[in-house]
């Protein structure tokens, strides 16, 4: 069964690329517009390509069985009605929250009538690294909506998902919800990053337009997206879900374990 990872340069794809080859598989193809960087392992086969170039796609899906689509809103349609082309018959897409930012995602899938099972996560715990200049720089994080609180989750837990789904025909025409084992305020966060470092962060509370000036300096023309979102979390909580356990057999990881394997982004 031939297998195609796209986005395999990115950080979820290629992580997706390496959990396939630990569970056994072995006919991957990776999709990646830069191979050099991607630094695949020995045995996967290379497409050079992107989503957003959909004249490099047909030849990376010949033969292609199963699919992980990495999120490109852009030309999801036109992906997605290549694979049907192409004789692929599941994909597994990473999408977001329903009728969220990328429910077109979700959209351009099940409009191509291929079979789909949906990857749904929160936000991503590298996500942190917002903050990872300010502990690089001292002991002091300033920060917004510090009390709201969300059950972030870590990468590599997404693609154990996305290869585990993969490797089976039992999840065709499913939604599942990925989120981190626990929900914490960002001042929780701050604080579990202290501890993976052995040192005692200071969380400062911004509000207003202090806030957004913070953000936008950081984060340029998301930054009042990103703040928006917070705003909308403030008045929905999320809870953390037991899906990746459910699974994978196995807990989700903590956000403080992966403070501690990532502790070298905030040095």
């Known amino acids: 069964m031939k297998i195609l990872v796209t986005g395999a340069t990115g950080n979820v794809g290629r992580m997706v690329v390496d959990e396939l080859l630990a569970r056994g598989a072995t006919d991957v193809r990776a999709l990646t517009n830069d191979p050099a960087?991607?630094?695949?392992?020995?045995?996967?086969?290379?497409?050079r390509g992107f989503l957003g170039r959909l004249e490099t796609l047909p030849d990376a899906l010949a033969g292609v069985e199963k699919m992980y689509l990495a999120p490109h809103p852009a030309t999801v349609f036109e992906v997605c009605r290549l694979a049907a082309d192409a004789g692929v018959r599941q994909i597994v897409d990473m999408a977001g929250a329903k009728g969220g930012t990328w429910q077109v995602i979700e959209d351009g899938v099940e409009a191509s009538g291929v079979a789909y099972t949906h990857l749904e996560p929160g936000e991503f715990m590298a996500n942190s690294e917002l903050w990872s200049a300010q502990i690089a720089a001292g002991d002091v994080v300033r920060d917004a909506y510090g009390d709201v609180v969300n059950a972030p989750?870590?990468?590599?837990?997404?693609?154990?998902?996305?290869?585990?789904?993969?490797?089976?025909?039992?999840?065709?025409?499913?939604?599942?919800?990925?989120?981190?084992?626990?929900?914490?305020?960002?001042?929780?966060?701050?604080?579990?990053?202290?501890?993976?470092?052995?040192?005692?962060?200071?969380?400062?509370?911004?509000?207003?337009?202090?806030?957004?000036?913070?953000?936008?300096?950081?984060?340029?023309?998301?930054?009042?997206?990103?703040?928006?979102?917070?705003?909308?979390?403030?008045?929905?909580?999320?809870?953390?879900?037991?899906?990746?356990?459910?699974?994978?057999?196995?807990?989700?990881?903590?956000?403080?374990?992966?403070?501690?394997?990532?502790?070298?982004?905030?040095?």
């Open 153 to 267: 989750i870590a990468q590599e837990d997404i693609a154990a998902v996305a290869a585990e789904v993969l490797l089976s025909d039992r999840h065709a025409g499913r939604s599942y919800e990925l989120t981190g084992p626990e929900a914490l305020s960002r001042r929780q966060m701050v604080a579990a990053i202290g501890r993976a470092l052995g040192r005692d962060l200071t969380y400062v509370e911004l509000t207003g337009s202090e806030a957004r000036a913070h953000f936008e300096s950081i984060m340029g023309e998301y930054g009042e997206w990103y703040l928006d979102g917070l705003a909308q979390l403030a008045d929905h909580p999320q809870a953390a879900v037991s899906t990746v356990a459910d699974l994978l057999g196995r807990p989700a990881m903590a956000y403080e374990e992966w403070a501690r394997r990532h502790a070298d982004l905030f040095r």
């Open 37 to 47: 960087k991607a630094q695949l392992p020995p045995g996967v086969e290379v497409a």
